[in-house]
């Protein structure tokens, strides 16, 4: 049986979380407890955070995970049964929005805002200027947000860049000291020994074959260096997931 797409499968619950809000609303006499289940929804959050490991002030959820339904289910549950649009909660959705897009893919999100509007359109399908205005005000900061989001990727996608650069070049700078190391204090004496036994017509030809042996042994192991340093970095790059994988999502 095929994987569902993580981007696939986290719209699902997204859309799953709404709709869940959406069928308790109807139960008038739930609504009462509306900050109860909004605190109990944050405090579930928090216990999957910690489990997780995670730090106290990492508050934003893991990409692709429950964490954000959670989250959407507890603000929309909350805005929902305290008035929706006329919600003293409403300017919530706001911060429901940084998560939700912060966590999730721009498909994903955008996917999300439309369920959203859908589901506060259904608890007041008769709308006045106010109302039209507050459910607008969703996409406008969803669309800021979005923008905010890209270009936080790129300056990040920047800064990993440059991190690997600096980290190759640095690798090089080694590389480059060890072999001059190598040079000045191996290759070059055991050339200089080579230039004196051959001038030296006493010296047996078995001392001098050594010493090319000697020499040889040791570029060889030079060479194997090299070569295990550059098959490291080829599976390192074979390895490496591309920036952007997380960010495409083929469907909503």
Known sequence: MQTPHPAKLQSLMLLGAILLAYVILHFPALHAYSLQVFTGSIALFFILKRIKRAKLWHILPDKMSLEVAILTFAFVYLIGATGNTHSVFYPLSYVHLFFLIFSSTPFTSIGTIIFLLLFHYAQEPVLSADEIGALLSLPVIGIILLF???????????????????????????????????????????????????????????????????????????????????????????????????TTDPEL
């Open 148 to 246: 905010a989001k890209k270009q936080y990727d790129e300056v990040h996608l920047k800064e990993v860049t440059l991190e690997k650069e600096m980290k190759n070049l640095d690798e090089t700078v080694q590389r480059e000291a060890t072999l001059e190391h190598t040079i000045t204090t191996f290759i070059k004496p055991k050339l200089a020994l080579l230039k004196k036994l051959i001038s030296d017509p006493n010296e047996p030809k078995e001392m001098i074959v050594k010493q090319v042996v000697l020499l040889e042994t040791e570029l060889e192991k030079i060479s194997q260096r090299v070569q295990a340093i550059g098959e490291k970095k080829d599976a390192a790059s074979d390895e490496k997931v591309p920036a952007n994988a997380q």
